[in-house]
């Protein structure tokens, strides 16, 4: 398993972990933290490792634009079709954190 | 043996210990001047702000923070020395209001606050209430962020501005380092960046949001889907179209563009869901770049266009129904309600009003000789020119509530700074030595002006504990339906019940400068016997200080409205005081 994988990998664990974390009612700090990389981190890094922009800084900062576009995304979405609850949508997020680092994992194999 | 292995290790310190105490020394600095800031006692009672009340500590901070960074600019550092002191600057200077008051800043944030609210509350969005409604992605996104986290919503409110000068700051220097291979011009935009910002719009809100994500797409734009033309351009259309069609893509990977490209679209379609005037500041920008050649896709802004028009027609039509686009349109209007609206009130209020225009020109002032000098050494490069100069185009087109040249100034100030820096930085015209000097110079006086000008709201955009108080008490008499007055904009309310309550305010109902006695009793008639009057601290300050009414006329007012039949005095304290305006009671009852 190579470098990338292990990203990818990691990056789908956290996927799953972090909603959870987030739907169980985890203690503060850990419920905040959680939150902060589910919402503003993760699934953009997952999106951009995915389509490798080949430079680390814009790695950094476009998964953290990409990642509160998602949130935003679902979010909205989700309100105007009057489903909106914050859980759906850490949901939806874990979701495609994992499909992404699917596809980045099936895209190096 | 052991000696000579160590001397590596002594050469090391040596290149490491510079970097390090420039860190060590630029923390203790943002100590000591947060510390210094704690210790303001509100209200804020200058009609200066909060420049005037910070304690000397602060400004030492400052001043050396601005010193420090120079020496480590000059003397040549690595990276992550500058990347602190970034840190540390936008800490001092964005945090001030937070370390000296546990109440956000800004009577905006507070309302922002209360939309996510309804949001959590309802699980829906009604397009017909207000404009927020129309473009409600950062509302959506506020929404999750306050149920996942945990956190009180204050205090992520409280904390905006800093985080928002973080993520500003790391999305622009994706933006200039494409601009310079120069590492200190980098370092220097992003400092002046911070020092020109007294705009003052990075708290809670769809704009500093949006325009975090309108300076990732530009640096999208410029490194993956960035072009360069043959030779030089040639005035005659048919050579002038030739030579824009022979533009090539500076990304020889085809690949890495149109992943940039998607990512672009997406990251703009999340921009037009959450906010009014920065997909069109997007599209200006977007096609000034395609126009001069710079940008690889020409679909890009028709994309944009398209995206900004589907959501006006279908999403915010409630709202475009009732306000046409180009409402307000036209210099004279623009002038008016940017400029003529904002030059009056009290003495100290204008001087803040004028230092914020002081500061816009000196930065400007020296773009334009950063401009001169790159066009003489044939360096100059049309891509932030471009940027710079896009947003003006706006400017006619909207007052957008008297922000609109606030606004520009916002979208075209890391440009403004880029060739400010170029200006500073240049070369030849005086010894290294005494340019340092005088960099460090222009920073120090830039910053003090930076924080007098944004915090210059303070004696009425700063809460006590006694407002916030009087203002959950409001909540609690208010009976449903009532209309809720204020008597002035900066109140911290409507950050709960949002979509329960009207809400006005008195300079609403009356108008500018408004006969005391007059204004009485159209206060009273708008409430038409259910309303709730706060009059406040802050708002009788934003009143008297920005000149809608005289400290004499106020007080009458006071003494009117308490005199007016069915109203009430229901609650007071130390800043506050409640008014209940229910139906007459009938005579000798």
Known sequence: ?109 | MASASAIPAVRTLRSVRPDVGYAVLGVLNTVLSCAAATTVSLPVSSDIGLGAVLPPAYWLGVVSLNVLFVTALCRGCRAWAPVLLLCCLVVTLYGAAAFASSAPRAEVAWRHIGIADAVIRTGHIDPGFDAYFNWPGFFALLAVVTKATGLPPVDLALWAPVANGLLWLGALALVVRQLTADRRRLWLTLWLFCLGNWIDQDYLSPQAFSYFLYLCVLALLIKYLGAQPAGRPSWRSAQLLAWWRSRAPTEPNAHRRLAALLVAVFLSAVITAGHQLTPFMLLASATALVAVGRCWSSRFPLLLAVMLVIWLVYPASAYLAGHPLLDGSGMDAGAAANLNNRLQGTPGHLDVVHLRMALTGVIWALAVVGIVLARRSRTLDLRPLVLAFAPFALLPAQSYGGEMLMRVTLFALPFMAFFAAGALLSTGWVHARWRAAGVAIVCTGLSVMMVTARFGNARFDMFTPAELEATAKMYEIAPDGALLIASAHPTPWRYREYEDHRSRTIEDICGPAPDPDGCSVLVVAAAKRNGVLLMSRSGDAALVMQGAMTADGLDRLKQQIGHQAGVVLVYQNTDARIYRIGPAEPEGS
């Open chain 1, 1 to 109: 398993m190579t470098r990338w994988d292990r990203i990818a990998v990691g990056t789908g664990i956290a996927g799953v972990l972090l909603p959870l974390l987030l739907l169980v009612g985890a203690p503060q700090p850990a419920r905040a933290l959680a939150a902060f990389a589910l919402l503003a981190f993760v699934p953009g890094f997952a999106v951009t490792r995915l389509i490798d922009l080949g430079s680390r800084a814009f790695d950094v900062v476009v998964a953290i634009a990409v990642s509160l576009a998602l949130a935003t995304a679902v979010s909205t979405g989700l309100l105007y079709l009057t489903a909106w609850s914050w859980g759906a949508c850490v949901c939806v997020l874990g979701a495609l954190t994992v499909a992404s680092s699917a596809a980045r994992l099936r895209q190096a194999s």
